[in-house]
């Protein structure tokens, strides 16, 4: 284990995040708001911090492997929490500290649970770090920081993005990882810029199209009103419901769409299958609340909003979605569960990985009717290899066993069941608000502190799906065998150079 | 630069390395998922696997913005129809490699007919190369510049040589010849030597002298200056065919020894004067037998590195004069550097350094090009032989008023057919080519050396 490159990329990145807070400070000076000062303390800590770790830090070798890009993937995103609640915590709108870093974390995570009974008290210098948090994490923290500068070289860059990007099997657009990085950045930043304009053209004030926009771009869903997303008017509400559906679609499409090549998109199975979901679960919910609405059209945008929202894991609520018939909200919790597409910046399962399963589903059952049938699964055309099948099946089950474990942990506190089941939910699938205690016009600051460390978790699980963050938990992770300790290494020449055969074996050995 | 890069054995995977370290944008394809995978973990580059042949995969893998297409699988064929059907389908240069003797015959015509850029035979080149050290046993590694005109040799300084302790200021003084010392390695370090650097024995240098003096050279410092007269080759696959040819063309006795009947009966068949042995090679009781003991040169290529490590262990305790190893993995050079084998080739290498040459070559079009490019030492210095053109800005300087950057020297300058050994008052003119001993990293112009 390369301690002092986690150490060194650990420092850089922190560094970053007190970059990520700066454009806070100019909406403060819009505002005039003097409680910003809480916001320079914050970015001073930050930087301290890392720059101390980037200074103590002395690489023998900058060589990463797939391990330290997990650890440091899910460490990174630990840090981002615990000191992006810094700002919450200091200026006293969250006065405790667990409850600041659970804000934060569900902003990063682009999760949009918050514990906050009104925003609306909040500066708007917070409320801008609150929703731009959505969208630094929505593509990705490493992601973003690895467009800019070269952290690590060779495969080694490869490794980061693995661990932080969404979706079963992870592919480059372009040869080196930087440049695909930079490309998805650019695709995101038009995205969210478009939709900035089409809100502002709409109406709607600056300052909640921006915050608004950040949280759409990051299928977050933090809002700036205690009303959520419902007073804003049904132009806008529509331009929001078909943003989020497009910041759930797999990007390839929109890069396919980039090249000219849109003949191709068609094929794109993720996506058209990703739409499919949507269309059925707004017919079905639009027939099954239509009593409550006046008019169809009405409860169409409802259902769509709701169904997009939920699906893309963003969390904005215009209705209270916790009144709806059991059937509807069935259907919700079913496409918690499903998620976006896989390299989008929601969460969830992802569509990818279910179609996969029922594909794998009907192959089974094949086997048991032909049991010397021989069979491989396709998927977009391709056979799929059965490393990404063991994978895909492997992240099911710890998925549903973090899932498990979770509920039980937070049942602690008490509350009923469509409680507990949805908090975890609605926080290990980053979507925000749940059922029940924690559903659209209710929030999570009822739970404990050991209940909101257990959510902190799910999020973070969620966002990095599940194993890079299992790894942190195990502690073939952090010890080694004696020789390759780094305090041994530097002790005589022989076992350097002992050191250095074991890296090129392992090298070799990929 | 776009580059495509097809087949990822030894060859390709070695060619990421590089390329991806020269900061191309590069592309790989492979029929085998696994391996696709495992180079795109290890290096910074994209990967598909898939047939390379097939324009549907170079279309995916974006043909139509490549700039070079590099075909490196085992098979000649696959590798000429990959180069046919990108020049087709893109607007790229293509390199392939061609192993097989038929083929290497007819090397110009696919070049030509074919319209590839580069046509890359590692078995022969490294062929050449291990015959140029058997002609000159005392030296380890000789690269050759000007059309084989200079030549930079690398050797050991023997025990008690009168080069131990000597600085490089008293050498030509007290040697009364003209050489330059181009390299200085000692503990896996390489250094550029300055006039105060003093030499010890068992450092490995590398010099550079004209011809006749070369011979003075050597027999002053005592090293023998013959060739070997006989060479037992271990293993008969493509390289021990291009190889004994060369020497039985100078008149070099050959013996192989080949594992594989048919094998035998082909070389036998190709190569008349030479001696071809039916047996394992790592049969020790064969290899006495054949009189191992007698010959004088030792050359170590069947297709397994370990074998022909221990194949020259013993060939070294046989008291054995020259002794040359192929060794493919040089992942752990460093292992083999410890064993003191006399000189190592490792072909994989070879074929990067020629690519690597063209690849830069190509990038600097306008510049002053790249003709020869050899690497040293684990890649931590650079011969390189650049042609004069126009463009050169210390053209018609003497040399010792050029300011050069540290770790950088020229070694030799080629002029209208004659090498000249630069001295301060020497200059380089448009037309020259001159060799450049370099640490700096990612050369591609003559201009890069001096300081702005």
Known sequence: MNYAMIFRILGWMLVFEAGFMAPSAIVAAVYREASVIWLFVSMAIVTAVGLFLRAVSRPHHHRIYAREGAVICALIWFLYSIFGALPFKLSGYIPDMFDAVFETASGFTTTGASILSDVEVLPHWLLFWRSFTHWVGGMGILVFVMAIIPLASGGSAMYLMKAESPGPSVKKMVPKASQTAGLLYKMYIFLTVLQLLILVLGRMPLFDAFCITFGTAGTGGFSVLNSGCATYTIFQQVVITVFMILFGTNFSVFYLIMLGRIREVPKVSEAMTYYGIIGAAVALITVNIRGSYTSIGLSIKDAAFQVGSIITTTGFATTDFNIWPAFSKWILILLMFVGACAGSTGGGIKVSRVQVVFKAIMKELDSVIHPNDVRKIRYDGKVLDHAVLRGINVFITAYFVVFGLSVLLVSVDNFGLETNFSAVAATLNNIGPGLGGVGPASNFSGYGAFSTCVLIFDMIAGRLEILPVLILLSPHTWVEGPVLRGKRVRRSREVENDLMMCGSLEMELG | ?452
């Open chain 2, 1 to 452: 630069m776009n580059i495509i890069v097809v087949g990822c054995g030894k060859v390709g995977a070695k060619l990421c390395a590089d390329l991806c370290r020269e900061g191309h944008d590069v592309t790989v394809v492979d029929k085998s998922d696994s391996v696709v995978n495992q180079i795109c973990d290890r290096f910074d580059v994209m990967g598909f696997s898939g047939n390379g042949a097939s324009y549907q995969v170079l279309q995916e893998a974006d043909i139509v913005h490549a700039d070079l297409v590099i075909a490196v699988t085992g098979v000649d064929e696959v590798n000429l129809l990959v180069c046919l059907i990108a020049r087709k389908a893109g607007h790229c240069q293509t390199i392939a490699r061609v192993q097989n003797p038929e083929y290497n015959q007819e090397a110009g015509f696919l070049k030509e007919e074919l319209g590839l850029a580069l046509v890359i035979n590692q078995e022969f080149t490294s062929a050449q190369e291990v015959a140029r050290v058997l002609k000159f046993p005392s030296a380890i590694e000789i690269n050759t510049f000007a059309k084989g005109k200079a030549e930079l040799l690398h050797f050991r300084i023997p025990k008690d040589s009168v080069l131990d302790g000597m600085n490089l200021n008293e050498l030509h003084e007290r040697l009364r010849c003209h050489v330059l010392v181009c390299t200085r390695e000692r503990d896996n370090e390489m250094v550029i030597p300055q006039g105060n650097t003093v030499l010890r024995s068992g450092d490995v240098i590398s010099i550079v002298a004209p011809g006749d003096e070369q011979t003075e050279f050597f027999r002053k410092i005592g090293l023998n200056t013959h060739a070997v007269r006989n060479v037992m080759i271990a293993g008969g696959g493509d390289i021990a065919y291009y190889l004994s040819r060369i020497l039985i063309r100078s008149g070099i006795q050959v013996k192989i020894i080949e594992k594989e009947l048919a094998r035998c009966e082909q070389l036998a068949d190709l190569l008349p004067k030479a001696t071809i042995i039916h047996g394992d090679a790592s049969d020790k009781e064969l290899l006495v037998e054949e009189g191992i003991a007698r010959t004088e040169g030792f050359v170590a290529l069947t297709g397994i590195d370990e074998e022909n490590v221990i194949l020259s262990l013993f060939a070294r305790s046989m008291g054995i004069r020259k002794i040359v190893t192929k060794v493919d993995r040089s992942a752990f050079a460093e292992v083999f550097d410890q064993l003191d084998l006399d000189t190592m080739i490792a072909p994989k290498n070879i074929t990067a350094e020629h690519i690597v040459t063209y690849v830069r070559a190509m990038q600097n079009s306008f510049g002053s090009n790249i003709e020869t490019l050899h690497r040293m030492m684990d890649d931590q210095a650079e011969a390189l032989e650049f042609l004069i053109r126009d463009s050169f800005t210390h053209k018609n300087i003497p040399l010792r008023d050029m300011k050069f950057r540290k770790g950088a020297l020229v070694a030799c300058i080629s002029r209208k057919g004659k090498v000249i050994l630069p001295r301060g008052d020497d200059w380089i003119e448009v037309g020259d080519t001159a060799v450049v001993i370099t640490s700096i990293k990612g050369v591609s112009d003559i201009d890069d050396i001096f300081e702005k």
